[in-house]
């Protein structure tokens, strides 16, 4: 093959920003936070008061439960990087693992699931994607202690094909974005799906490997109270976040300026939310408290046995 000046200096460039990428660190944890190393600017993340706490448990299942704009889905994709780096050396000398993001349709998916990711993380080291037969994003990156191979299947309930998908996959962890939306059979099958990547037989060392998932507050008889708080299983951990408002003394709504992620919300952003709101919504969007969206129909979408149901149960 020959090439001419230009093709042999882009090639060379190439070559060096292929070197750079291995052995520039993109990304440092430390014990505050986060830090990306983005080409343009760093990004910085601080976790919430609940989002540290959650960060810091191993539960088995985690979920983090809480009003709008309360840093849920940061904290999980947040989650998904620190866990990554975390998983011991076993794959040509890297760190390696595979996630799978679920949403419960493809629109939210990638209008809202993903945009989040890409925010935070377009730019996180090498990045490869493809389409099918899922959307995947593949990240190679250097977080100071070396090569970290991350693997992402966006995955959406919207179609059967899409739920029989889950049966087949073989995962580190998956993180559940919105999981009062999406059909309990899900969470259930997800959990024989995870802690089967890396496989016993290329990794021994123990890493952590499981579920984690976002919600606003469904209503007390969604399965999902029965589950996190009538039944209380030991590997299942519920995270509640502070209400985005509480009473004054003239019986008033003001801004809780202990709410999680107050501080990079405008000052009235609970207020302007609760303005002109039925009681319901703001109980459920502004306090995240169980209860009904107030619009005609409740929380959770509707359950079809024939699509959604499953024979048995994962035991943890």
């Known amino acids: ?11 060379i460039a190439e070559i060096e920003e292929m070197r ?8 440092t944890i430390n014990d505050s936070g986060m830090i990306i190393h983005a080409k343009e600017q760093d990004k910085i993340y601080i976790p919430t008061a609940t989002g540290n706490i959650a960060h810091l448990d191993d539960s088995f299942v985690r979920v983090i439960m809480g009003p709008y704009g309360s840093g849920k889905s940061t904290w999980a994709i947040t989650e998904i990087v620190k866990r990554a780096c975390a998983v011991p050396v076993w794959h040509s000398g890297r760190r390696r693992s595979r996630w799978g993001i679920v949403r419960n349709t493809s629109g939210e998916l990638s209008t809202t ?4 990711w ?3 993380f377009e730019d996180l080291g090498d990045v490869r994607k493809r389409q099918k037969p899922i959307m995947t994003y593949e990240h190679t990156f250097n977080d100071g202690k070396g090569i970290v191979e991350l693997e992402l299947l966006f995955i959406a309930l919207d179609r059967p094909e899409d739920v029989r998908k889950i049966k087949s996959l073989e995962l580190t962890g998956c993180y559940i974005n919105e999981l009062s939306e999406v059909p309990k059979a899900a969470l259930a099958h997800m959990k024989g ?7 016993k037989v290329f990794c021994k060392e123990f890493y952590w490997s499981g579920i984690i998932a976002d919600i606003n507050p469904p209503e007390d008889d969604h399965w999902i109270f029965k589950d996190f708080e009538e039944n209380s299983f030991e590997h299942h951990k519920l995270f509640k976040q502070p209400p985005g408002l509480i009473k004054d003394e003239d019986n008033k709504w003001v801004r809780n300026p202990y709410a999680d992620n107050a501080a990079h919300l405008p000052d009235n952003y609970y207020e302007m939310l609760a303005e002109g709101q039925s009681q319901e919504f703001v109980k459920v969007f502004c306090l995240g408290e169980y209860g009904s969206v107030g619009f005609g129909k409740r929380v959770y979408p509707e359950f079809n046995p024939d699509f959604h149901a499953i024979e048995f149960l994962y035991v943890i």
């Not at 750079?20 to 990304?27: D, S, V, W, Y």
């Not at 799906?193 to 496989?199: E, G, I, L, M």
Request: avoid cysteine.
């Open 1 to 11: 093959m020959n090439l001419s000046a230009s093709g042999i200096a882009r090639r």
């Open 20 to 27: 750079r990428k291995g052995t520039e660190r993109q990304l």
């Open 113 to 116: 699931t993903l945009a989040t």
């Open 118 to 120: 890409l925010a935070w």
């Open 193 to 199: 799906r995870v802690n089967r990547y890396p496989s």
